[in-house]
């Protein structure tokens, strides 16, 4: 293989990481992502040699690729999303750290995602609410500082249509008051809520609890889980209590989650809940529990320090 060739490969390469970011901000699905980032590989390793040859900016193509097929995914998405068993709440994350995998090569996708307060469980689900356009065109833009001329190529409209989709997006998470930053303290509040829930205390989480949290249990049907949310600090208590009896032996870990303080739920060693915290005022006001299988697999290597 020459020299060029190996250097022109080593960059196609390199994209990986970067599109896999980009994937699962647009998806808020991990496996989703890798698909469509393997798919824009499936592409360009498609094309004949010349073709490759003769576009100017690899990276530049990949992006484009991968932006229209995940583009395409969110219109089916929604579908699927309409047909799905109780909440759909997008797939958790754990910290790169906690991540004990393979190689890099074989190392799972959550391993390649950068967390930041674009990833925090509130933010993508503000994006969930977002027309598949304008979530593109707001990812792009005001996440990873694509310009509208380029991000038009992807979406099929004008640069102009661009900033206005993007627009209508920023209004969305303007009126969500999702906190830019981790609460202060915020890991003490979820070893505080881990410790009463262990105990059973009832008074306690309700404490912790603000009058008019909510709870989002997402078991995609395969798993039980409340199908609506759980509304309100004593209902919530009671039944997060209900759930620990019915599972004795529940281990609970302190875990980052999407890159804030999380909890992890593990059942005779196994990942059973993967619970994502919203904090203000030093109260839990939102936890996001998913149980759903499908969506804990980066999570079954995880915490087994």
């Known amino acids: 293989m020459s020299t060029s060739t190996s250097s022109d490969l080593s960059v196609i390469v390199g994209e990986r990481g970067h599109l896999t970011n980009l994937a699962y901000r647009l ?22 040699k010349h073709r490759q040859e003769a576009i100017e900016s690899p990276g530049a193509w990949l992006t484009t690729v991968a932006g229209r097929i995940c583009l395409d995914l969110l219109g089916s998405a929604r579908a699927r999303r309409e047909r799905y068993v109780g909440a759909w709440v997008p797939e958790p994350l754990p910290d790169r750290t906690e991540w004990t995998g393979g190689p890099t090569e074989l190392a799972d996708p959550a391993d390649r995602i950068t967390l930041d307060e674009s990833v925090n469980m509130a933010f993508l689900l503000v994006l969930e609410s977002m027309t598949p356009a304008e979530r593109v065109a707001f990812v792009l833009h005001d996440v990873f500082r694509y ?37 202060p303290g915020q890991a003490g509040l979820v070893r505080e809520f881990k410790e ?37 600090a004593e209902r919530i208590a009671q039944y997060l209590i209900h759930i620990a009896d019915r599972a004795p032996g529940l281990t609970l870990l302190e875990r980052s989650v999407n890159g804030r303080p999380g909890l992890v739920a593990q059942h005779t060693g196994a990942t ?32 087994r320090h």
């Open 27 to 48: 998806l808020g699905s991990l496996a989703e992502a890798e698909d469509a980032v393997q798919e824009t590989y499936a592409r360009w390793y498609a094309m004949p």
């Open 147 to 183: 310009p509208f001329a380029e991000i038009a190529a992807i979406v099929g409209r004008t640069p102009a249509a661009c900033r206005q989709l993007a627009t209508s997006a920023r209004r969305r998470v303007r009126a969500a008051r999702i906190p830019t930053a981790a609460a």
């Open 196 to 232: 009463a829930w262990e105990a059973r205390d009832i008074k306690a989480l309700v404490g912790l609890l603000a009058p008019d949290a909510a709870m989002i249990a997402d078991g995609g049907g395969l798993v039980g889980a409340a199908l609506r949310p759980v509304e309100g």
């Open 272 to 303: 059973v809940t993967v619970a994502a915290f919203e904090l203000t005022d030093e109260r839990v006001t939102r936890i996001w529990a998913v149980r759903n299988p499908e969506k804990l697999g980066p999570w079954s290597q995880a915490g």
